[in-house]
């Protein structure tokens, strides 16, 4: 069982930066893929980056490469998601998830084992 946290939202200006922590309880953290997602109003949650159980490997949906940097500390059994250059369409609650399986796969939200409660973010223009 693993149980996410997410944190480190709130309100920015566009151009702006946040960084977003999804904590992990668990032992089995550390074997597991992890992934950001985000949900803006009225809108499906939609995948954002994801890592793998090393953090060896990332992937993101092109409208964030190069804005946004997901990283891992299996140690301290935390994620983060760096967020660069913010704009307003980047509004939204983000949440954490955890799976096995390829990165590409995370894209697939339903395949995703463990949520978080998500944190919100606001980007005003």
């Known amino acids: 069982q693993v149980q996410l946290v997410e944190s480190g939202g709130g309100l920015v200006q566009a151009g702006g930066s946040l960084r977003l922590s999804c904590a992990a309880s668990?032992?089995?953290?550390?074997?597991?893929?992890m992934g950001w997602f985000r949900q803006a109003p009225g809108k499906e949650r939609e995948f954002v980056a994801a890592i793998s159980w090393s953090g060896g490997s990332t992937y993101y949906e092109d409208s964030v490469k190069g804005r946004f940097t997901i990283s891992r500390d299996n140690a301290k059994n935390t994620v983060y998601l760096q967020m660069n250059s913010l704009k307003p369409e980047d509004t939204a609650v983000y949440y954490c998830?955890?799976?096995?399986?390829?990165?590409?796969?995370?894209?697939?939200?339903?395949?995703?084992?463990?949520w978080g409660q998500g944190t919100q973010v606001t980007v005003s223009s």
């Open positions: 998830g955890a799976k096995s399986g390829s990165l590409y796969s995370f894209r697939e939200l339903a395949g995703i084992r463990y």
């Open positions: 668990g032992r089995t953290f550390s074997s597991y893929g």
